[in-house]
């Protein structure tokens, strides 16, 4: 049987028309898909430009379908259902990304830390410590030790928290003295509750040495040995407070006031405070040296001229509203309703005012209940800042 050549001839340039329309097919097929995910990508990211949240979710849930293997697109779906509050669709979303065995080492570290944070925005903390301990050796490692410390902090593990801390003071990751010896005193006082004295004056100790300039540690030893009726070592501790840390004396003056009328050391202490005053005056300050002034058997009229004599130093309406409390006037029938006038007005500012966040509180407190920054509080009330 003869070979006929016309039908090879006739199949060679159909099989290249063929082939040739096949792989423009592909071509057009693939630059589709290539223009589509682009598409929704930058349309989601137009929608959160324009704060449209929910459309830029769709957006960016149509752009991980077209392309389910790019991982910045469920990074930015991650942190948008995270924003959101949505913190269930987050984990998810990172789960899977950890789930895939291509990632690489770097987006595998940085899903874990987005995954870290969906479980401390939701408050699962035991999660969210879980997966911040998986970042050790990681570039998120500073991050992940911050977020440690803060979660023991929040549930008040001071030992954890001390020891966080340490290895961030060691990494070189700031100073954190004045932190730790807040940590120990934070231990004092629950020995104390747990009626454990030694070991709370023994915990107080180390955070004096820990941190010899930070205040608390000498007035809570103050306040404690008051407690023990060591009235006279109490007023050695705060006289020690003193030379370190005296622009927070005011804070303590009331305790050494009190502490000194105990121990027979009323004049002493008297002339202490009002030096201390002359260098940094404030209202407690005020109130310690009237207070101890008349226990001296000062005339209460002499006594209260020091209020007077503040407004000299600085106006003060809480100042002014003291010594009018006292005073007699020419209508005296009306000082009961100016009074309360005056001593309304001053309220607000006798308050102790968080310079971090803002929060006002009428006691003072060493880390802020707002934002929970310590050592935010400046030791002044309202009115002197």
């Not at 990494?171 to 020995?191: D, I, K, T, V």
Request: charged share 25%; proline share 5%.
């Amino acid at each position: 049987m003869e070979f006929d050549l016309s039908w090879l001839l006739l199949g060679l340039p159909l099989a290249f028309v063929l082939g040739w329309g096949a792989s423009r097919f592909d071509i057009r097929q693939l630059r589709l898909e290539n223009r589509q995910a682009p598409k929704a990508y930058f349309k989601g990211l137009n929608f959160l430009l324009n704060e449209q949240q929910d459309q830029a979710i769709d957006a960016f849930i149509e752009a991980v379908q077209n392309d389910p293997d790019t991982s910045e697109l469920h990074f930015a779906l991650g942190n948008l259902f995270r924003r959101r509050g949505e913190y269930e669709r987050a984990v998810r979303v990172h789960e899977h990304l950890l789930s895939r065995a291509d990632l690489s080492r770097t987006d595998r570290e940085r899903a874990q830390h987005a995954l870290a944070l969906d479980f401390l925005k939701a408050g699962l903390l035991d999660r969210a410590e879980a997966a911040l301990h998986k970042l050790e050796g990681s570039p998120f490692e500073s991050q992940a030790r911050l977020a440690l410390l803060a979660i023991y902090e929040r549930s008040r593990d001071w030992p954890q928290a001390a020891a966080i801390a340490e290895r961030m003071d060691q990494a070189g990751q700031g100073r954190f003295n004045a932190r730790q010896a807040h940590y120990l005193c934070e231990q004092a006082l629950s020995l104390v509750a747990q009626q454990d004295v030694p070991g709370a004056l023994e915990r107080l100790a180390e955070a004096r040495t820990t941190a010899p300039e930070a205040p608390r540690a000498y007035i809570e030893t103050a306040r404690l040995l008051a407690l023990q009726g060591q009235h006279s070592q109490a007023c050695d501790t705060l006289q020690h407070m003193a030379r370190v840390a005296p622009s927070h004396l005011s804070l303590a003056a009331p305790l050494w006031a009190d502490c000194a009328q105990a121990a027979q050391r009323g004049p002493e202490t008297l002339a202490q405070l009002d030096a201390i005053y002359q260098q940094h005056p404030s209202l407690d300050l005020l109130e310690a040296l009237v207070t101890l002034s008349q226990a001296q058997g000062v005339p209460t009229e002499v006594a209260r001229e020091r209020y007077v004599r503040h407004l000299d130093k600085e106006p003060s309406l809480v100042a002014a509203a003291r010594w009018l409390s006292g005073e007699q006037l020419s209508h005296e029938q009306f000082h009961p309703q100016v009074q309360r006038a005056l001593d309304h007005a001053a309220k607000p500012l006798i308050r102790y005012r968080c310079a971090a966040c803002g929060f006002e509180a009428k006691q003072y407190f060493w880390q802020c209940p707002g934002c929970q920054s310590w050592d935010s509080y400046p030791a002044q009330r309202v009115e002197e800042l």
